[in-house]
């Protein structure tokens, strides 16, 4: 059966969908000052990272915090101790695919961080008494709203007869020609 275009009408349906995303990769130095002056650096990790989402405009700010944790030499070497510092930061994450027809009513921002923070290097200032920490950062965020689609609806409802299940009745039969003993033995 063919239809012409007057047959045809359209709906807007409101519906949930994600009407913007972005992804930003960061690259940060932060200042730890430990207690006494270090040596060497022994080793840095990054952990308690927690962060909050918001969209600002045509982007998202991912607000957060973690701990860094710089292990060290002090005392030319002779003693060791573990300096930790909490920084903050603000990532703003432009949209790169925005939906104007999304209502801003009741909009959901979704993060997820694709990396959690790493250091990825930390060494001793020129002063000597303070270490640079190297850190990277990704996220990837969505925004998800109501927003409106376009549909054609058939006026005279669906034919019945369109449906085909012969694909589903060559299935059934393939399956019952195999053999459940059958077995493959690694290929080395």
């Known amino acids: 059966m063919s239809y012409t275009e007057k047959d045809i009408h359209f709906r807007e349906i409101i519906t949930k969908a994600v009407c913007g995303k972005g992804r930003k990769f960061t690259q940060a130095t932060h200042t730890i000052t430990p207690s006494h002056s270090p040596t060497s650096i022994l080793g840095c990790w990054i952990i308690n990272h927690?962060?909050?989402t918001d969209k600002v405009g045509d982007s998202v700010e991912v607000s957060?915090?973690?701990?860094?944790?710089?292990?060290?030499?002090f005392n030319n070497n002779t003693k060791t101790e573990v300096a930790t510092?909490?920084?903050t930061y603000v990532d703003s994450i432009p949209l790169t695919v925005v939906d104007k027809n999304c209502l801003d009513?009741?909009?959901e921002v979704n993060g997820k961080a694709m990396q959690q923070p790493t250091a990825c290097e930390a060494t001793i200032s020129n002063s000597g008494n303070s270490v640079l920490v190297q850190v990277e950062r990704d996220f990837h965020v969505e925004v998800i709203g109501e927003t409106k689609v376009c549909v054609a609806v058939n006026p005279h409802g669906c034919d019945d007869d369109d449906k085909?299940?012969?694909?589903?009745d060559d299935l059934d039969e393939e399956f019952e020609?195999?053999?459940?003993?059958?077995?493959?033995d690694d290929l080395d």
């Open 50 to 52: 927690s962060f909050t």
């Open 64 to 73: 957060g915090s973690y701990d860094i944790n710089v292990w060290y030499s």
């Open 85 to 87: 510092e909490t920084v």
């Open 105 to 107: 009513d009741g909009i």
């Open 164 to 168: 085909d299940l012969s694909f589903e």
């Open 177 to 184: 020609d195999l053999d459940p003993e059958f077995l493959i």
